[in-house]
Each structure stands twice: as structure tokens, then as C-alpha cells.
């Protein structure tokens, strides 16, 4: 029902930045809290950082916490993931999902699992 678009990714080298965007399909995105995840090659797929449907509160995972920001523009159907100072263990394959919000839960074990909707994926490569 929810169809997610990625861009953004690419090569980089440690300490630059990128910006991933996903563009969210539906009428309805502001109901949708959004997460991104990714996963580096033989390893299971982490949560990276989530953002609720007004945009009003996020999460993150403490490997990326001071360097990604999430942010959405619900009048665009998007959220972005903005990534600084990275590193060569952020390199991975980076999801975009979806799942409905619950408005009035301020839970990170909510919002780090249980998404339901999933973009294609784009490769971030952080180089030495």
C-alpha cells in the first residue's frame, strides 16, 4: 500500500557527509512513523534512527547518535537522514520503512521494530 523511494546513497570518504531522502507514497504520511535502518554486509540489519508522524520526537541508536539527524516534511511525503562525520562502519545498505504511528506512545522500543512498509534499499560506502 505504502510504496518507499530512497535516494542519496553513495561513496563518501570517512568524515564527509551524506543525505538520504525517502519519498513516502499516500495521503496519510503524517500518521506513519518513520524509521531507517541498515545493514553492513554479514550482519543482521540495525536500527538506525526513527522519527514519529508529527516529526516531534526521534530516536536514535547510540553508534550513530550526534552524527545522523532524521527529519521528515510531511507536506513532501519525505524523511531524510542526514549523515555526518561518518564512518567506515557506517558503510551498509540503508532502508527507509514505514509503519503507522501511535500518537500518544513515547516508547523507543515502539519505534525501533515492528515497521511494516520498506524501501529498495541504497548502498552507503564510507571509504579510508
Known amino acids: 500500500q505504502v510504496q518507499l523511494v530512497e535516494s542519496g546513497g553513495g561513496l563518501v570518504q570517512a568524515g564527509g557527509s551524506l543525505r538520504l531522502s525517502c519519498a513516502a507514497s499516500?495521503?496519510?504520511?503524517?500518521?506513519?512513523?518513520m524509521g531507517w535502518f541498515r545493514q553492513a554486509s554479514g550482519k543482521e540489519r540495525e536500527f538506525v534512527a526513527a522519527i514519529k508522524g508529527s516529526g516531534a520526537i526521534t530516536y536514535y541508536a547510540d553508534s550513530v547518535k550526534g552524527r545522523f539527524t532524521i527529519s521528515r516534511d510531511n507536506a513532501k511525503n519525505t524523511v531524510y537522514l542526514q549523515m555526518n562525520s561518518l564512518k567506515p562502519e557506517d558503510t551498509a545498505v540503508y532502508y527507509c520503512?514505514?509503519?503507522?504511528?501511535?500518537?500518544?506512545?513515547?516508547?523507543?522500543?515502539?519505534?525501533?521494530?515492528?515497521?511494516?512498509?520498506w524501501g529498495q534499499g541504497t548502498q552507503v560506502t564510507v571509504s579510508s
Open positions: 499516500g495521503r496519510t504520511f503524517s500518521s506513519y512513523a
Open positions: 520503512a514505514a509503519k503507522p504511528d501511535r500518537t500518544n506512545l513515547y516508547d523507543r522500543g515502539y519505534y525501533d521494530r515492528g515497521y511494516i512498509y
